[in-house]
């Protein structure tokens, strides 16, 4: 009874990779690890490496009685599993996470056969015997004037455990030790001046209650990344010397930022702050020219078609009225389609070639979800020595034509080849 059984214990299964649930199949040849199927693979014929379809095979289901009838074995776990989660005794609420019996069926049972039950409790005794015997010659014995465990120098452990005190089992100081000790003398009372209450002690609170929040500073993306990153060794260096670090880079950041637009400037032959002002107000004016002249081209090509027309005049209504406009485009058929994904400040974008970036758009598929399916279909390609339309669209569950597309980019770029 020291460990009830745990369905996430079971392996998932090999054709599918998913969770198995009962009931589900087991190879009776392959092994000595198990070999388990769910319906669904084993009803398609699943075969890899040696295990082939045709081989002998159990059907595992726990929906049996075991110590009696009305209990299956499946419902003996689920009883010791909420006992050892709500405690002896407590049967209601034993009842209620089991679902399918109520208070007294639980208690009844549980008494029956687990309490008053001579062949467990003449087994629990033997296993209690057998444990004792086992570790009585492998004991440490421990006393009191004994010196505590202590880690092995020069250790991984005895790094992670720096300042710990073994005799005290405590650290020799706590980080930011001495944070309440304007604190320590304050003490609130009735007869206080509003002055004293109100204003002095308040104010001098505030800073310790409210830390957290001004010590979390929000950096810049690239510096965020090597902050996380150098977060481990803040206790190495210390605190000063670590916010001393981060605020360098996160300076040298800002440095060639300002840099990269002053060398911007110098190649548009700026020479003066004020003509920079007058170059970014222009810069902004073409940018959104440039956009409505992309959206009138795609409007001249259907220009026969009224709706187009009464189309793109609303998106001009739109722009005017300080509104984004919502970008459609209109096929030669009549038939309105989506248009292409805008990929800015879509997370998993820079992880992305300029290819891979254009079918994103195109299928409209968010980058993160991208990459997602490529690596299960390299996975599986390189697990099966290869991939097949089909298997492709068995492995990811989206639209069929958007897989089609996906895994034919794939094999033309060279990531999986063909079974």
Partial sequence: LDRIYDPSDKPPCRGCSSNLVEPYIKCAECGPSPFLLCLQCFTRGFEFKKHESDHKYEIMTSD??????????????????????????????????MRTKNKEECEAHYMKNFINNPLFSSTLLNLRQIEEARTADTAIPFKPTDDPPRPTFDSLLSRDMAGYMPARADFMEEFDNYAEWDLKDIDFVDDDSDILHGELKVY????????????ERRYPK??????????????????????????????????R????????????????????KVYERVKHVREDERRKRTMLVDVLQYIQDGRACQQWLSKQAAIDAGI?????????????????????????TEKLNDREKELCQVVRLVPGAYLEYKQALLNECRRQGGLRLAQARALIKIDVNKTRKIYDFLIKEGYINKA
Wanted: net charge negative.
């Fill in 64 to 97: 049996f009685p075991v110590l009696e009838p009305g209990w299956t074995a499946q419902e003996e776990m689920a009883l010791l599993e909420a006992v050892m989660d709500c405690g002896f005794g407590n049967w209601q609420d034993v009842a209620y996470q």
């Fill in 204 to 215: 001098v609170s505030r800073p310790l209650c409210f830390c957290l929040p001004v010590l």
């Fill in 222 to 255: 690239e510096v965020q990344d090597l902050y996380d990153a150098m977060r481990r060794f803040a206790r190495v260096v210390g605190p000063i010397e670590h916010d001393k670090f981060i605020e360098s880079h996160a300076l040298e950041f800002e440095l």
């Fill in 257 to 276: 930022r300002e840099i990269g637009r002053l060398q911007e400037y110098r190649r548009a032959g700026i020479q003066s702050f004020c003509s920079a």
């Fill in 324 to 348: 984004t406009p919502v970008v459609t485009t209109i096929t030669t058929s009549g038939r309105r389609s989506a248009p292409p994904l805008n990929l800015t400040g879509l997370p998993g």
